[in-house]
């Protein structure tokens, strides 16, 4: 078996990220909402969010230096990709995938109080 790490691990955030946006926007969403999700997930302000993507550091960077994972992205859950995000073992393909299903939920027109797990 290879322990080549996944190639989403490797790929700059910076790469990504406006598949993220696109998909918001496509469905009326704005990329402050994409943004105000990273930030909430991660922890990075919008300054740091901006510098990392400038700096085109990688999806695994991106997310092991995040400031502060938010405790209550645990409660995310569902299917992303075929697979259910609280089943997933490796944690940086975890914290992918948790920031894919929030998108999923912000395309798809939930209200940001639900999706940022807001009590």
């Known amino acids: 078996m290879s322990d080549a790490k996944p190639r989403i691990y490797t790929q700059s955030f910076a790469s990504v990220y406006p598949f ?50 938010n405790p209550d992205r645990r409660l995310i859950t569902g299917v992303v990709c075929g697979v259910r995000v609280e089943e997933i073992e490796e944690p940086t393909m975890q914290e992918i995938r948790y920031l894919d299903k929030l998108v999923d939920e912000l395309a798809r027109g939930k209200e940001m109080e639900k999706i940022l797990r807001a009590a």
């Open 20 to 69: 993220y946006v696109q998909k918001a926007e496509k469905k009326g969403r704005a990329k402050r909402d994409v943004d105000k999700i990273i930030r909430w997930l991660t922890g990075y302000s919008q300054r740091q969010l901006n510098s990392r993507l400038k700096a085109e550091i990688d999806v695994e960077t991106f997310f092991g230096e995040a400031p502060e994972l």
